[in-house]
């Protein structure tokens, strides 16, 4: 059975993606919102795909757009 994993926090403290690693299994789906989307933009996103492989990523579109970022993302 597949598991929502959700972050919220951004991507200046690790931890909050470091547990949702540790954690999923490779068909679940990771759900970013609030300053979590921070982990979308491309080059952070980039360094960390690699470590979360098989896992289905989202973004809450209104939270990227509110934060200006949707052309990074």
């Avoid at 970013?32 to 982990?39: A, E």
């Amino acid at each position: 059975m597949a598991t929502l994993h959700i972050i919220n926090a951004s991507s200046v403290g690790r931890s909050a993606l470091d547990n949702c690693l540790h954690a999923a299994s490779p068909e679940d789906t990771v759900l970013l919102i609030g300053n979590g989307v921070f982990w979308a933009v491309g080059t952070v996103f980039d360094r960390e795909e690699s470590r979360a492989s098989g896992l289905s990523w989202c973004a809450l579109a209104p939270d990227v757009v509110s934060r200006g970022i949707g052309q990074y993302v």
